[in-house]
């Protein structure tokens, strides 16, 4: 992480409020998605701490400011299972956003912008560049929206914030911004309190056969074949846990069953749940023997983060931003080598209870460095900064 040094989220909250000449939006269109993975997740972080530490944030979706307490009722849910209903019938719509020329408008989009030149002072968050870095792995009609977008987003921001230093960099280096106008601002990583109770109340001290977990979206950029194709190879590995792939089926990818490991499959030695919710991934991560990122390209790697945050060994990819949130706790190996695979996931496995104790600790300690409240206090820190020396 870098070593710079950020004001506490509380500190900075409180030096906006005290200006009644600011104002902040906050874009919810990430949480209208149903089944909340990667930006949703992001999105609703910030979200959670802004209604608690910035509680005048007002929030829009489009040119439609929506009201909080619709906001409220997602995070609640984890979902925006409600939203897109709520906001067509206009249960969920304060009016067209309407801004006071008394004050200066701040504009905070955690993902991509849906409206453009609207605020005073806008910023977007970037989270990767995949379409411009491996297109290989997407859609073609994908790549030519998303780099359209993000060229309009970064034309219009008086500020660009992203996730990793490995975004910052890809941002200079491939479309030239100005690092003095990139500020990384590293995600975090929390889950609620009721979740690690409710695991006991539900599990106790029981035990549960050893699995290894795979969390993400399944598409093309993940290399879940890689993994199939380790365990094909060595089927020995099926001997002593089983395989969990949970996430969505995305593009590029066909829901029939990997041909050559079908029997694994049928005697559920591999288990494809698909989407699983915020306790479900809780619940899946820290049973988990260990967790495996085989990804090819990541602006992050949130699942390699909340794998640490609960003590779960992960084997991970060395590529892009994924050492940088796994730090030293990780198991690294080459996303295009079957072997070292199999030779990073054997690390972890054959350990003994010291050794896998050590890990244990080390993962929560990497984790630690990670959180929400950091992430927001980077953030508005830099918009203070911008609008307090834009206001008369």
């Known amino acids: ?56 944030t007002r929030f829009f979706f489009e040119t439609t400011e929506i009201k909080p307490d619709f906001v409220r009722d997602a995070l609640v849910r984890d979902s925006g299972v409600l939203l897109p209903a709520a906001f067509q019938d206009g249960r969920a719509n304060l009016g067209p956003v ?84 990139v500020v990384v601002a590293h995600n975090g990583v929390s889950w609620p309190e009721r979740f690690a109770q409710q695991l006991w109340n539900e599990v106790g001290e029981a035990t549960v056969e050893p699995y290894l977990l795979m969390l993400g979206t399944r598409e093309p950029r993940k290399n879940v074949a890689r993994l199939l194709e380790c365990v094909e190879r060595s089927p020995s590995l099926l001997e002593h846990c089983r395989l969990v792939i949970a996430g969505k089926l995305g593009w590029l990818q066909s829901a029939e069953p990997h041909p050559v490991l079908a029997a694994a499959i049928a005697e559920r030695r591999i288990v494809f749940p698909g989407y699983v919710g915020e306790y479900e991934k809780y619940r899946l991560l820290a049973g988990a023997r260990a967790t495996v990122y085989p990804s090819f390209f990541e602006g992050f790697g949130l699942p390699v983060l909340e794998s640490l945050s609960l003590g779960t060994p992960c084997v991970a990819s060395f590529s892009s931003s994924l050492p940088e949130a796994g730090g030293p706790a990780c198991v690294y190996f080459d996303p295009y080598s079957i072997s070292d695979l199999h030779r990073a996931l054997r690390v972890v496995l054959d350990e003994d209870e010291a050794a896998q104790a050590a890990r244990r600790q080390a993962c929560r300690n990497q984790a630690a460095a990670f959180t929400w409240d950091r992430m927001l206090a980077t953030i508005l820190e830099r918009l203070g900064a911008l609008s307090f020396a834009r206001l008369p």
């Not at 874009?27 to 802004?50: C, H």
């Not at 020329?101 to 002072?121: E, H, M, T, W, Y």
């Not at 379409?131 to 030519?144: C, F, S």
């Not at 359209?148 to 280096?173: E, P, Y």
Request: glycine share 4%.
């Open 1 to 56: 992480m870098s070593g710079d040094w950020t004001p506490s989220l509380d500190a900075v909250a409180r030096r906006l409020a005290a200006e009644p000449r600011l104002e902040l939006w906050f874009d919810v269109s990430p949480l209208f998605d149903e089944q909340w993975t990667g930006i949703p997740v992001v999105a609703a972080a910030l979200a959670r701490l802004l209604l608690i530490h910035l509680p005048q």
């Open 98 to 181: 309407q801004l006071d020329p008394a004050r200066l408008a701040i504009g905070l989009n955690p993902s991509v912008k849906r409206v453009r030149g609207v605020f005073d002072v806008e910023c977007n968050l970037i989270h990767d560049l995949s379409t411009l870095i491996t297109p290989q792995y997407h859609l073609g009609a994908n790549i030519d929206h998303h780099m359209q977008v993000m060229q309009a987003d970064l034309a219009s921001n008086d500020v660009t914030f992203c996730v990793s230093a490995a975004v910052r960099d890809d941002l200079v280096g491939y479309l030239a911004l100005d690092p003095a106008d």
